[in-house]
């Protein structure tokens, strides 16, 4: 049972365009949505986190937006840039029971020039 | 500052063989985790370290097991290893303090076959 789901599995944005990935989860329990970055041979690395009590976070050109009611939340990048090009995790985390982190499935984004 | 350490980097396994995966942090971390990583499947956690002297089972636990070995050390083991755990792992420690961010921190991988 995939706790955390995950669209789309690929995605590909013209340089400048707008980025959006979404995610659904089930377990009203959690209580932080951070979205990790990934580029190839790497390990995953923090890019912008949410709690859910604010519908919306932005840092820089990276934004989240949150849906409680509904479960959702989405990652939009503006004005994307080549240099975005990698895979992109959601993820779900709940303050209890040793912080465990649960991620999506992972979009792989590519950013044509 | 190394942050997270994993070794090896790669590994070739027979079917059957067993091998330990090392990790290591410097950043006095209570939490730290192995997750795999498979195309298609995201990150899946495997199992998890609280603080140091417990560990518990994450979301695909079998044919693993874990040793917190202190605050710094967490070691997984392939007991017996199958094709099925072909995958690149990765081990992470998670940041800890008041309202802490909850930030992983991640190690560079294990890309592991098992012919």
């Known amino acids: 049972q995939q706790q955390v789901k995950q669209s789309p599995q690929s995605l590909i944005v013209q340089k400048g365009g707008i980025s959006i990935i979404n995610c659904a989860y089930e377990n009203t329990a959690f209580d932080y949505f951070p979205w990790y970055q990934q580029f190839p041979g790497k390990g995953p690395a923090l890019l912008i986190a949410i709690r859910p009590d604010v519908s919306e976070k932005k840092e820089g050109r990276f934004t989240i937006s949150f849906n409680k009611s509904a479960k959702q939340f989405s990652l939009h990048i503006m004005d994307s840039q080549p240099g975005d090009s990698a895979t992109y995790f959601c993820?779900?985390?709940?303050?209890?029971?040793?912080?465990?982190?649960?991620f999506g499935a992972g979009t792989r984004l590519f950013v044509k020039a | 500052n190394a942050g997270v350490t994993q070794t090896p980097k790669f590994q070739v396994l027979k079917t059957g063989q067993s091998m330990t995966l090392q990790c290591a942090q410097d950043m006095n971390h209570n939490s730290m985790y192995w997750y795999r990583q498979d195309p298609g499947m995201g990150l899946r956690l495997i199992y998890y370290s609280a603080s140091e002297g417990t560990t518990d089972k994450g979301e695909v636990p079998n044919g693993y097991n874990v040793s917190r070995l202190n605050k710094r050390e967490f070691s997984l083991r392939l007991e017996s290893a199958a094709p099925s755990q072909t995958s690149v792992y990765f081990c992470?420690?998670?940041?800890?303090?008041?309202?802490?961010?909850?930030?992983?921190?991640f190690g560079s991988g294990t890309q592991l076959s098992v012919l």
């Open positions: 993820a779900a985390s709940m303050n209890t029971g040793g912080f465990k982190t649960i």
């Open positions: 992470a420690s998670r940041s800890t303090g008041a309202a802490a961010n909850e930030k992983l921190f």
